[in-house]
């Protein structure tokens, strides 16, 4: 039987290494609302009991898209406010990953 906290600290892991290869910060807001979004994913993939090594690899495939989008847009974002207010490091808060679960989901489990 799959651990629900070890699962769930292997897709922030990999949350984080996707952010981070991108030059981009978590905020706290971001890391706590990635969390809840990351959290109901694994209960959603535990939950019908289709928990596999396949099953696994699927969502962590679609997290790491997930990433790249929000990367995406943070990085669109950050260009866009550096035009007016000067330097602006990109990074992901609760704003910028709300607007990207809209625009990704549905993306097994995570919604």
Not at 50 to 64: G, P
Not at 70 to 79: H, I, R
Not at 90 to 96: A, D, S, T, Y
């Amino acid at each position: 039987m799959i651990d629900e906290d070890v699962l769930e600290q292997r897709f922030w892991s990999i949350a984080e290494r996707e952010a981070a290869q991108r030059s981009i910060e978590i905020t706290p807001d971001g890391a706590d609302y990635l969390k809840s979004f990351i959290h109901r994913g694994v209960c959603k993939l535990l939950a019908n009991g289709s928990a596999n090594d396949q099953s696994i690899f699927q969502a962590e495939e679609n997290l790491i898209k997930f990433m790249t989008q929000t990367s995406a847009l943070s990085k669109t974002l950050s260009e866009d406010q550096t035009r007016f207010k000067g330097s602006v490091f990109p990074e992901l808060n609760k704003r910028i990953l709300m607007q990207s679960i809209v625009s990704i989901c549905p993306c097994w489990p995570f919604c």
